[in-house]
């Protein structure tokens, strides 16, 4: 296992579609987040998994953005009704624990046009 | 709220200087604090993690230090290379979330 994975790298879709993304985290790892990050800034924290239960959800997140883990491996972050706001890089990470280092994929760039 | 600061935003020094980065945190019940390095378009590459139990944390030409009572952290690289050249976070974990700093975008000039 070489690390988190992400697919797509890269998405450009038109405003209203709906995007799905996929991340599949280091495999002993029980812990996953999502964030979302624009050009200069730190990353945003959108949603953190335990396993399959989702524990926490930004209060930053509309009802247009839903994750899953359903059977405690890989998750999907979808964005229904894509607005041009929602275009940045969705990263996923995974940790083993919450005392150790989290662990990064290399992005999914969303482009709204 | 948590806040997270680091400065400067932008840092240019020659090739083979020591240099420090700066990092911020109000959170008195900081659990850890981790630095990043984050390449143009990439994702983010964890450097080093220092839990709050302790001062610092050392990796190759990396040495990152923790002060709870001040709300500081350092992050000291030395012998600067061009191919360190990157944008470096710092994040404080305090429960569930990271809290994060904008960063610090060095670059070291041959």
């Known amino acids: 296992d070489t690390g988190v994975s992400q697919d797509p790298r890269h998405k450009i879709t038109k405003r209203g579609q709906n995007v799905t993304f996929r991340c599949d985290p280091i495999s002993e790892h029980n812990r996953l987040y999502w964030y979302r990050q624009t050009l200069g800034q730190g990353p945003e924290f959108l949603t953190y998994?335990?396993?399959?239960?989702?524990?926490?959800k930004s209060r930053l997140l509309s009802d247009r953005f839903s994750a899953e883990r359903p059977k405690g491996s890989f998750s999907t972050l979808e964005i229904q009704r894509t607005e041009q706001g929602d275009s940045a890089m969705y990263l996923c990470?995974?940790?083993?624990?919450?005392?150790?280092?989290?662990?990064f994929g290399s992005g999914t760039q969303l482009s709204v046009l | 709220k948590q806040e997270v600061t680091q400065i400067p935003a932008a840092l240019s020094v020659p090739e083979g200087e020591n240099l420090v980065l700066n990092c911020s945190f109000t959170?008195?019940?900081?659990?850890?604090l981790q630095w990043f390095r984050q390449d143009p378009g990439k994702g983010l590459t964890s450097l080093l993690l220092?839990?709050?139990s302790q001062r610092e944390q050392t990796s190759g030409r990396l040495n990152a230090s923790l002060d709870k009572s001040s709300g500081r952290s350092t992050l000291y690289i030395a012998a600067s290379q061009p191919g360190d050249s990157a944008t470096y976070l710092c994040?404080?974990?305090?429960?569930?979330?990271?809290?994060w700093g904008a960063g610090t975008k060095l670059i070291i000039k041959p």
């Open positions: 998994f335990q396993n399959e239960a989702q524990l926490e």
């Open positions: 994040a404080e974990r305090g429960n569930y979330q990271l809290i």
């Open positions: 990470a995974s940790s083993l624990s919450v005392s150790e280092k989290l662990f």
């Open positions: 959170d008195s019940a900081i659990y850890n």
């Open positions: 220092i839990q709050s």
